[in-house]
């Protein structure tokens, strides 16, 4: 046999071997990829179900479940004591509203003022978001003994009570900056600085300022030395 033919038939049964291994190759490649998704797949699943089952999970789970009955047991409870809403009281109704909790806010106002009207609509939107802390009214005409005991001269006069003893109180609006449209936002700073109520994390911070100015002729800070002149 001519050795040139011999070579040249080596040399392309080499080459084919060659061809026909990378095809091979390929194909486990192609095969290797298709199979990969799956296997992926099959291991999430599995990992998602030890963690299902993983007791520290469940723990932190049930201790969730518990802070959470037990602050919305603690919230139904402050509502009983009559938290939760800006309510009005009598002079008679005072001593036991302010001595029967943590943390009280009493707004003394006067129906005919101006400016007790914006302060009671900012303290009924406060009372609703800040459970912890009691929001009541009391007409100071109708407290002579308190106002007189308490020292409350100028209106509206927001006093802030804590176990029944008047720890701090805002006078008129001096606190917000003495214009009569600030927002309950601006109070709300003013009364978490004081520390009588606490910031909230879902904070809304509207500005809802008192916009009424066909009332502006209604009267509106007055101190009450003066009032009988008026």
């Known amino acids: 046999m001519d050795p040139d033919s011999v070579k040249s038939t080596l040399q392309n049964l080499a080459f084919g071997n060659v061809m026909a291994a990378a095809a091979r190759n390929y194909q486990k490649e192609l095969l290797a990829n298709e199979k990969a998704p799956a ?33 919305a047991e603690k919230r139904e409870a402050l509502k009983r004591k009559g938290h939760g809403e800006y309510r009005e009281i009598t002079e008679g109704d005072f001593l036991g509203e302010v001595t029967g909790t943590e943390k009280a806010i009493c707004h003394f106002y006067h129906h005919e003022f101006y400016r007790c009207k914006i302060m009671d609509k900012h303290l009924k939107t406060l009372a609703s978001k800040h459970v912890d802390t009691k929001f009541i009214k009391l007409d100071a005409e ?42 309950t936002r601006a109070l709300e700073v003013v009364l978490i600085k004081k520390g009588i109520i606490s910031e909230k994390k879902d904070e809304d911070d509207e500005d809802d300022g008192y916009h009424e100015g066909s009332r502006r002729t209604v009267r509106s800070s007055v101190n009450l030395d003066d009032s009988d002149s008026d």
């Open 39 to 71: 296997t992926s797949s099959v291991n999430q699943e599995v990992d998602l179900d030890e963690l299902m089952d993983d007791p520290e999970l469940e723990k932190l789970h049930a201790d969730r479940i518990a802070a959470l009955k037990k602050e």
């Open 142 to 183: 109708n407290a002579p003994f308190f106002i007189t005991k308490l020292g409350v001269k100028t209106l509206p006069c927001v006093i802030i009570f804590r176990k029944g003893v008047a720890v701090d109180r805002l006078v008129g609006f001096q606190d917000m900056g003495g214009k009569d449209d600030f927002s």
